[in-house]
């Protein structure tokens, strides 16, 4: 990266937003139960003027039946170091929403890893049951679980699905 001030101010927006996210609020709610975290990082895009990554992978809370998968991603502009929202690349609107239940594949890291509990019809007929009006607004309002990532192809949009679907589902909606 061509600007260390930049580069500093990504980090520590990745570094305190992540930690943050993925492990204090978690030890806030059982402060004295043991979190286990298990995520890989993913560069899914780094151009002269967008970075994008995902985290996927899985947390546990000891005494808990079993590991939940998770999802956590960033996008950032290089140029001046902030952080992109999914509105900087979409209009958040009914469109959106009726191109992520019209899309043809949707993903988990089960499936990614060959062990999933879920196909990809499955998937796609948990979304396209979810309320329009309550995935617009959870869209909107950034609620937790529903994050997005670049590649270069490709707007990558997780939705949260039942624990028995492997919790979440990665929709690929193409670039135009």
């Known amino acids: ?27 806030k709610l059982y402060p004295e139960l043991q979190l286990i975290t298990t995520m890989k990082c993913q560069v899914t895009l780094h151009t002269d003027e967008i970075f994008s990554f995902v985290l996927l992978g899985t947390s546990y809370i000891e005494t808990g039946m079993h590991p939940n998968y998770g999802v956590y991603s960033m996008t950032f502009n290089i140029t001046n170091g902030l952080q992109l929202e999914l509105s900087d690349f979409v209009d958040i609107n009914e469109e959106f929403i009726k191109n992520i239940k019209n899309a043809k594949r949707a993903t988990t890291i089960p499936m990614m890893e060959g062990v999933a509990t879920a196909t990809n019809e499955q998937l796609m007929d ?16 950034k609620w937790g679980g529903y994050k997005f990532y670049i590649t270069p192809y490709s707007l990558v949009v997780s939705v949260p699905t039942y624990h028995a679907a492997d919790d979440f589902a990665l929709v690929e909606l193409s670039s135009k």
């Open 126 to 141: 948990l979304i396209n049951s979810k309320d329009d009006d309550m995935l617009l607004k959870a869209f909107k309002e």
């Open 1 to 27: 990266m061509q600007n260390r001030n930049n580069e500093r101010k990504i980090n520590e927006s990745i570094k305190n937003t992540v930690l943050k996210d993925l492990v204090y609020n978690s030890k």
